[in-house]
């Protein structure tokens, strides 16, 4: 039961442009959705998150845009810089506090080109 | 360096074989947690930990155990090990029992990756 989807195993954009990951979530009872970013040989780190009572959460470069009627949620980079290559992992939050976990999706790679 | 320490960073073993993965959390991160990451496929959770307690617990095989000691390091043990145990094996920790939601992050170790032959 995969309940966050990542659907775009991989995407390839050109520096500068706007890159956008999307995900897809079958669960409405997840509470917070976030985004982590991955590296090669590296644990995947916190990019950014957004509760489900927004619809938007801007942080520098990076905006996480959140459809609720569509469980749907999509990560923006603009300007897309060649650091930014690696793998995007969407994430939500569900359960009570004391017995909460994340639920990931398979992930997309981002390939930034110069 | 995340703060996470994960050993080993590779390991190679047979079917049927027991192996045991250590985490270190981050200074002051009380909460431990076990992902695995199998060929493309997401991180799934495995379970967490809560200043030695078990708190919650995800798609965790019954060959699988895990524990968290008084030094809040916390080791999960992989028994009668089968090819498709093969996957990297995160731990994550953080300073609340809450899993958290941004600003005060779950923090990640680099991995280990088990390879079953």
């Known amino acids: 039961d995969q309940q966050v989807k990542q659907n775009s195993p991989s995407l390839s954009v050109q520096e500068g442009r706007i890159s956008i990951l999307n995900c897809d979530y079958t669960?409405?009872?997840?509470?917070?959705f976030l985004w982590y970013k991955k590296y090669p040989a590296e644990g995947p780190t916190f990019l950014i998150s957004i509760s489900s009572i927004k619809d938007k959460n801007e942080d520098g470069r990076f905006t996480v845009f959140l459809n609720k009627s569509a469980k749907h949620l999509s990560l923006h980079i603009v300007p897309s810089q060649p650091g930014d290559s690696a793998v995007y992992f969407c994430a939500a939050r569900r359960g009570r506090q004391g017995a909460q976990k994340l639920v990931f999706g398979q992930g997309t790679r981002l390939t930034i080109n110069p | 360096d995340s703060g996470v320490t994960q050993t080993p960073k590779h390991l190679i073993t047979a079917t049927g074989q027991r192996v045991t993965l250590r985490c270190s959390p981050r200074s002051g991160d009380l909460s431990v947690y076990w992902y695995q990451q199998s060929l493309d496929q997401g991180l799934q959770f495995l379970i967490q930990y809560y200043n030695g307690e078990e708190r919650a617990k995800g798609n965790i095989l019954e060959r699988f155990s895990a524990q968290q000691f008084p030094d809040l390091h916390s080791e999960l043990n992989l028994s009668s090990l089968e090819l498709g145990d093969s996957a990297l094996y995160f731990c994550?920790?953080?300073?609340?029992?809450?899993?958290?939601?941004?600003?005060?992050?779950?923090?990640f170790g680099a991995g280990s990756r088990l390879t079953v032959l």
């Open positions: 669960n409405s009872m997840f509470d917070y």
């Open positions: 994550a920790s953080s300073v609340g029992l809450e899993v958290p939601s941004g600003a005060n992050v779950l923090t």
